[in-house]
């Protein structure tokens, strides 16, 4: 079993920056893929990053959306169980509730319904 709980949320003025993290509970913290889903009012969740778990290796992958490519970067410590998305350039569309999920995807990284455990949401809100 996993428990997440993100954090960082906040208002930001458009092109400022935020960082997310999602500490997450469990001694497999390391095997899973993780990664960062939003939700914008009145639309579907969608993926925004992933990031694949180590394998014993110090490399990992990572995914984005393409919307958030070359803004976003994710992140992860597996000493501290903690992921993270560092998310600069902002824009007022990337206003939504960022959630945070683990799970053994596969390749399906980009899936809702591969992800096992979900965090809480936190909102972020970039005003124009």
């Known amino acids: 079993q996993v428990q997440l709980v993100e954090s960082g949320g906040g208002l930001v003025q458009a092109g400022g920056s935020l960082r997310l993290s999602c500490a997450a509970s469990?001694?497999?913290?390391?095997?899973?893929?993780m990664g960062w889903f939003r939700q914008a009012s009145g639309k579907e969740r969608e993926f925004v990053a992933a990031i694949s778990w180590s394998g014993g290796n110090t490399y990992y992958n990572t995914y984005y959306a393409d919307s958030v490519k070359g803004r976003f970067t994710i992140s992860r410590d597996n000493a501290k169980n903690t992921v993270y998305l560092q998310m600069n350039s902002l824009k007022p569309e990337d206003t939504a509730v960022y959630y945070c999920a683990a799970g053994n995807v596969g390749v399906a990284y980009f899936t809702r319904r591969r992800y096992d455990y979900w965090g809480q949401g936190t909102q972020v809100t970039v005003s124009s």
């Open positions: 469990g001694r497999t913290f390391s095997t899973y893929t």
